[in-house]
């Protein structure tokens, strides 16, 4: 799926699916929604009916403890936001 969203192109092709919704992570395709991140850094959740674009580090956050991911989802957006152990 491609979108074009503040003059900035998102493509659910090209961005890595780093946790979903529904579903396990190898079908982003088919999950109820999915987070993104592009290869320039840019997140965005992308579902059947919408795709939301910019997320701050905090929504990223905010959407991550709203579903019930697996511990190597949460582990990789810890990683990738440099997130530390409480």
């Known amino acids: 799926m491609r ?3 503040d003059g900035h192109l998102y493509n659910t092709e ?6 979903s919704s529904g579903d396990s ?5 088919a999950s109820i929604e999915a987070l993104y ?3 320039s850094g840019a997140w965005y959740v992308y579902s059947r009916s919408r ?3 910019h997320l ?5 956050c905010a959407w ?5 991911l697996t511990d190597d ?14």
């Open 64 to 68: 991550a403890s709203s579903h019930n």
């Open 56 to 60: 701050t580090p905090q929504e990223v």
């Open 51 to 53: 795709m939301v674009a």
């Open 3 to 5: 979108k074009i969203i």
């Open 14 to 19: 090209t961005a890595s699916c780093i946790a």
């Open 37 to 39: 991140r592009t290869r």
């Open 73 to 86: 989802e949460a582990t990789t957006i810890a990683a990738l936001l440099g997130l530390k152990d409480a």
């Open 25 to 29: 992570i190898s079908h982003c395709g």
